[in-house]
């Protein structure tokens, strides 16, 4: 099976080329490609095929010609993923499937309109996130309290007063599930200065991850609404690199770089 690996801000994915839809991906195959020793390694994967061939995103073939099927690095699927998009964006031009400059995806979270821009960044049109009331987590013991935001999939974006980089995140931080009842993206962060923020993530399937690009814009909502306010650009620091976020009245964008820095062929042994 051929693959590539890419990474945004270090969030990293195998992509699996699958253009006529044959592969039958299941969950415990996903897992052990993602798994860290024994696999490629990978917070998640991306299988690249037709948007009309697949029914659950057939309805938005008309606009996007490929769809972008996520797993997370448990086999689980997730509605969305922004860093994904933007590595899923950025193999399909080098691939040669897109041309350069604007297209959309196909998401089970609903279309997305990406763009590559010159400065080698790429943006993604995330659309208006959607936020709900307040919420808990419990991470080593000490709770937290957040915003429930949804990209297309859930987070809940806590603003603590503890330095974020000496959190321990090894371990499942704890949620309410009767109102996460699918799990949920839990992030971290500091407000650290004027519309910047600094962001750890533990994800939903993933654990934690070095980057999370949905989780950044729920963070910069988050932020913004500590300062009483919905619009603004943001710069939200992850262990990973830095991503910018940009939210307006109509929607939300997410820019940094995606790269891909691998490929080769993948055995998957009996
Ligand atoms: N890393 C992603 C989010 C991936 C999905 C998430 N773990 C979920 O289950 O919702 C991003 O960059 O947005």
């Known amino acids: 099976m051929r693959f590539l690996k890419g990474h945004g801000t270090e969030n990293d994915f195998v992509i699996l080329p699958d253009p006529d839809g044959e592969l039958d991906l299941s969950g415990s195959i996903v897992a052990r490609i993602c798994d860290r020793r024994a696999g490629i390694g990978a917070d998640g994967v991306l299988r690249v095929v037709r948007a009309k061939l697949s029914p659950e995103v057939s309805e938005q073939a008309g606009e996007a010609e490929w769809f972008m099927d996520y797993r997370n690095a448990d086999g689980s699927m997730a509605e969305m993923c922004g860093n994904g998009m933007r590595v899923f964006a950025r193999y399909l031009v080098e691939a ?47 709770d937290y309290e957040g915003l429930h935001v949804d990209m297309g999939n859930p987070h809940l974006a806590c603003a603590i007063g503890d330095p974020v980089t ?22 971290l962060f500091n407000a650290v200065g004027p519309a910047r923020a600094v962001m750890r993530v533990y994800e939903r399937g993933s654990g934690e991850t070095r980057s999370c690009g949905t989780g950044a814009i729920a963070t ?23 991503l910018g976020v940009t939210l307006d009245e109509r929607t939300s964008y997410l820019s940094g770089p995606a790269v891909i820095v691998a490929d080769g062929e993948l055995r998957l042994a009996e």
């Open 96 to 142: 040669g499937l897109a041309e350069p400059g604007e297209f959309a995806v196909a998401t089970r979270g609903g279309l997305r309109r990406v763009r590559l821009d010159v400065s080698g960044d790429v943006t993604v049109d995330m659309g208006k996130p959607v936020v709900h009331g307040r919420s808990l987590t419990t991470v080593a013991g000490q």
């Open 220 to 242: 910069a909502v988050a932020a913004a609404a500590l300062c009483e306010e919905t619009t603004g650009t943001w710069t939200i620091e992850v262990p990973g690199g830095t």
């Open 166 to 187: 000496q959190l321990d995140l090894t371990h499942q931080p704890g949620f309410d599930p009767g109102i996460f009842p699918g799990g949920v993206n839990i992030e």
